[in-house]
């Protein structure tokens, strides 16, 4: 009975390990399928970020460098949740607007040159300005009424976090610039203007991806210049 308790528990095992490999395999194919997605431009099946909690510690892997996919979907694609190692369907978004809804956090989007508003680096980059776009926001557009909420410790927004991200140009991957704190708002701005303090200032400020973002004030184009503070 001993040899066959010892044969079981080895076939268990052998089970297990099979059961675990086909996971990652399953996990592999899956993710390949999506960056093939990705690349093709095909239109996301999954749900609506807004009803999705944005894997948040795996985008700070990337904290002060570029994200790995390219542009607004691959940032967004980067993070979602994962259930057993299989990477769910890339959420849906509005790919227009400046901002991006999940349930536990906003994501916003600012082109450090070439974008619809002069966005502004004071401070050594420690402070952001970003605008909400569109058509005549105001104090009761949605998206403004949250992010105040936000910025006001509202009960139901109390583990909502703000992440920033830059790209310096259209065509390049954006840098993950960490979570900000709301400092300041303008509704008179054209644009609805926030000033956001980057809290992850210390950690970015040295690092090449983001400096190469403030290298952008340095640069002989005065239109570039022009967006920096």
Request: glycine share 8%; charged share 25%.
């Amino acid at each position: 009975s001993g040899l066959t308790t010892d044969i079981a528990c080895s076939q268990l095992s052998a089970m297990g390990k099979l059961t675990g490999e086909s996971k990652k395999s399953r996990a592999a194919q899956q993710q390949r399928r999506h960056l093939a997605a990705l690349i093709l431009q095909r239109p996301a099946a999954g749900e609506s970020t807004r009803a999705l909690s944005a894997n948040i510690p795996r985008l700070r892997r990337y904290l002060g460098r570029q994200c790995p996919h390219f542009g607004k979907r691959g940032v967004v694609q980067l993070a979602a949740p994962s259930d057993d190692g299989l990477v769910a369907a890339p959420p849906r978004f509005n790919k227009y607007a400046g901002w991006v809804e999940w349930k536990n956090a906003i994501f916003l989007w600012v082109n450090a040159s070439g974008g619809s508003f002069i966005n502004t680096f004071e401070r050594g980059g420690k402070n952001v300005s970003w605008y909400v776009g569109g058509a005549r926001p105001t104090d009761q557009s949605p998206i403004v009424r949250r992010l105040l909420s936000v910025a006001k410790g509202h009960t139901a927004e109390k583990r909502t976090k703000i992440l920033l991200f830059v790209r310096k140009q259209a065509t390049e991957p954006y840098v993950c610039c960490g979570s900000c704190r709301y400092t300041a708002h303008d509704a008179l701005k054209k644009g609805f203007e926030f000033t956001w303090e980057l809290q992850d200032f210390s950690a970015v400020k040295s690092l090449p991806d983001f400096k190469r973002l403030l290298d952008v004030a340095s640069t002989p184009v005065a239109a570039a210049a022009e967006r920096w503070a």
